[in-house]
């Protein structure tokens, strides 16, 4: 069985954030499919199959990273519509059915992918008492970003604050169901990017995950109404970083970028 490792959300190896794609036939049952991801032990491992002609999606699609299975994620979608256009498997816009309903993701001209994926329901809320000791800095403003990823999105003082956290991961898991998004405005855009952001999913066994498409439906509706543009750039700051493009649509939020095949192997079990 093919088993690729994708670094998605970045042109270049050793980038961005990697994802396990694996295509089958069908869904072997629940254990294998997490013992894979945990072998594979990335942030998430994509499964993906296809479906009957005639339906509304062309392939079904599951994401887990090394603790769970999760109800969405950007960058392993990502992955795998690349490991579909790349192989032949798939060509032109590819349907995926999954926990979060279908996920459109289309090839561009230029070698980009645009995911259509929903957009988090933010609600303004009180920063939870304690969370601005487990993050190292005090949030400006704080939101949650609905059920579909169950995490909180953390506005703080500036770029810079962001790029120095240094979170107590054990004592962020308290405040979300998944995660802490922080969030703040890009101190330079002409660098390339109108936001940066960090984000640290410990209830999912993530620490920090390096370039998170599918924080960008929260952060994509939060910049777009301060910024006043509905398309933007955003940075997500790790040491492997990424670029995810953004375009607010209502209900729907666009999220392009690149991916590269780094390993394309032999799964044996």
Known sequence: MRIRIVDAFTDRPFAGNPAGVLLLDSFP????????????NHAETAFTHPLPAGGEADWALRWFTPTTEVALCGHATLAAAHVLH???????PVRFTTRSGVLVATPGDDG??????PTAPLTPVAAPNGVAEALGTEPLATFDTGPNTGDLLIEVADERTVLGLTPDHKALARYS??????????????RGYDFVSRCFFPNVGIDEDPVTGSAHTALAPF???RLGRTTLTGLQASPRSGLVRTELRGERTLLTGHAVTVVDGELLA
């Open 223 to 225: 910049w777009s109404e």
């Open 112 to 117: 980009s992918i645009t995911l259509d994926f």
């Open 177 to 190: 169901k998944r995660g802490i998004i922080t969030t703040a405005r890009a101190e330079d855009p002409s």
């Open 29 to 40: 049952d629940d254990v294998w499919l997490q013992n894979v991801a945990v072998e594979v």
């Open 86 to 92: 790349t192989t032949g498997a798939h060509r032109g």
